[in-house]
């Protein structure tokens, strides 16, 4: 005979339902906190010849500096622009990128 799906019961549905919230919290901490690293945002730029004249140290402490202030100031609409900056110079192509598909007014190229 074939096995049988049991549903929750009432209580144990209610008790799921309360946990959501909190799952949804921690999963959207983690996506937030998976940014690309300041090390491999500076290597991609200086592979498509975005930053010539800064050294990959000189970029990256460009970079953590400003995303320390970020945090510092408690700037969530800067911190999540600087974290889409990132993912996004990370997933474009050389060309995408000297295009201006990363360029936000709001940040400061490092």
């Known amino acids: 005979m074939g096995s049988v799906l049991r549903l929750p ?9 309360a946990r959501a919230p909190f799952a ?12 690309p690293p300041c090390e491999q945002v500076c290597r991609k730029a200086r592979e498509c010849d975005l930053s010539p004249r800064l ?11 400003q995303r320390t202030y970020f945090d510092v100031e408690e700037d969530d609409e800067g911190k999540k622009a ?3 900056e990132r993912e996004c110079i990370v997933s474009s192509t050389c060309e995408e990128i000297q295009d201006g598909a990363c360029y936000d007014p709001y940040l400061y190229p490092f």
Request: net charge negative; aromatic share 2%; hydrophobic share 50%.
């Open 24 to 35: 949804l919290v921690v999963i959207a901490a983690l996506v937030g906190a998976c940014a």
């Open 55 to 65: 050294a990959q140290d000189e970029c990256v402490e460009a970079c953590d500096r």
């Open 9 to 17: 019961s009432e209580r144990q549905h209610r008790s799921l339902a």
């Open 82 to 84: 600087f974290i889409q």
